[in-house]
């Protein structure tokens, strides 16, 4: 078995987390795992696992060079007698789709977000993402969207949409497992966040962009520092800014605006630690998120998460008792939240953290991931 997986770039995000996981499993299966991108941080952890980086600019937007990418990934494909294309983001998908039917080889995609669109032109961009011969969704948020935006494409492949598969996004507990932490690395980082303060600490771990929520976040962490009186609360938001220059020094002016304790902690390579030294995690994207990785990777962490009541997480936290929902957009909703988390009791702060990481290992593994993919890539090779 030979998968060629397409992805814009290597950093840090949950597409290319999952492009490296399927990579891994691809060559533990005795395959050979290629990844057509530009490359990034994460290049190392690829190459680690025992897959190949074709260097190429698969982020770009332009038609032209859309088009010459795919006569390089037939030419690829050609070459090295890739069985299947498996494309993680829209721009690349379309060089995919045209290099797999010039070789008539089978054609993955996998819908990571919700890729709204306004326009004509725009959901037919959009609806490479569904041309798959397999179409893997992360959530069932996402596979419901998928049918509402692009239902006759789909059914154009197949009209019972049995090609649409649901496979959530997976939690390595080799690396999120508050057992195997450094105490050493989680006490440096808080150290460098706190400053010498004692105070609870608000982790929101995403890269730093308007919808991502922070600024909600700064508003509830206000709104809570009004209800609680004393032991005000320092707000982390760990992620890059990737070039919002404009939006960090908003984010800082609204931050001494009203009065919070605010660390823009850039980008983190050690998140098991980081988990660690948070009182409570938060995912408060106004848009919803189709999955929520970081959502279950802090609950493999036992710590105690609340997120807004749309897209993904609804799934994550759906009829348990491990952390808490909140109205989206409601930065009030958000405070109370946050007060009830912050004032629970050592032994019900536990037991919550305890069925939190239970729930992660029973329903969202990395293991699983892989394993539900293999079966896919499988499906079509037979």
């Given amino acids: 078995m030979k998968i060629l997986q397409l992805v814009p770039e290597l950093d840090a995000g949950g597409a290319e987390r999952t492009t490296i996981d399927v990579a891994e499993a691809v060559v533990q299966a005795g395959g050979q795992a290629l990844v057509a991108s530009l490359g990034g ?5 690829l190459d680690a696992v025992g897959a190949e980086l074709v260097r190429l600019d698969m982020k770009t937007k332009n038609p032209l060079a859309m088009h010459a990418n795919a006569r390089r990934l037939a030419e690829l494909v050609k070459a090295r007698q890739i069985d299947i294309i498996h494309a993680r983001s829209r721009a690349p998908a379309w060089s995919g789709f045209l290099a797999a039917r010039q070789t008539h080889i089978p054609f993955v995609t996998t819908y990571h977000g919700t890729y709204n669109a306004k326009s004509v032109p725009k959901r037919f961009y959009n609806s490479v993402m569904a041309r798959g011969d397999a179409v893997i969704a992360n959530s069932h948020f996402i596979a419901e969207h998928v049918r509402a935006e692009h239902g006759p494409v789909l059914a154009a492949r197949r009209a019972d949409l049995s090609h649409l598969h649901v496979i959530p996004r997976g939690v390595d507990f080799s690396t999120f497992d508050p057992a195997l932490c450094d105490p050493l690395r989680v006490q440096g980082l808080r150290a460098a966040w706190l400053d010498g303060r004692d105070a609870p600490v608000i982790l929101l771990p995403a890269r730093l962009t308007a919808w991502k929520g922070q600024r909600l976040a700064i508003e509830a962490v206000a709104l809570l520092s009004a209800m609680q009186g004393s032991g005000q609360p320092v707000l982390v938001c760990a992620g890059d800014a990737q070039g919002r220059d404009g939006y960090v020094e908003e984010l800082r002016a609204l931050a001494a605006q009203k009065g919070v304790a605010l660390v823009l902690a850039g980008h983190v390579t050690d998140m098991g630690s980081a988990y660690l030294v948070a009182d409570v995690v ?3 994207s106004t848009d919803p ?9 802090a609950m493999a962490m036992e710590r105690l998460v609340i997120a807004a ?8 936290l759906s009829g348990s008792e491990t952390g808490w929902l909140f109205e989206p957009g409601n930065a009030s909703d958000l405070a109370r939240r946050l007060h009830t988390a912050l004032t ?5 702060r ?3 953290g305890q069925l939190a990481r239970q729930r992660v290992i029973g329903h969202y593994s990395r293991e699983a ?14």
């Fill in 282 to 284: 938060i995912n408060p």
């Fill in 350 to 352: 536990k037991l919550r």
């Fill in 41 to 45: 941080r994460l290049e190392g952890e």
């Fill in 289 to 297: 998120e189709a999955f929520g990785r970081t959502l279950a990777e």
């Fill in 369 to 382: 991931l892989q394993a539900a993919t293999l079966r896919v890539y499988a499906e079509l090779l037979d």
């Fill in 309 to 316: 009541a749309h897209g993904g997480p609804l799934e994550i």
């Fill in 344 to 348: 629970l009791d050592p032994p019900a």
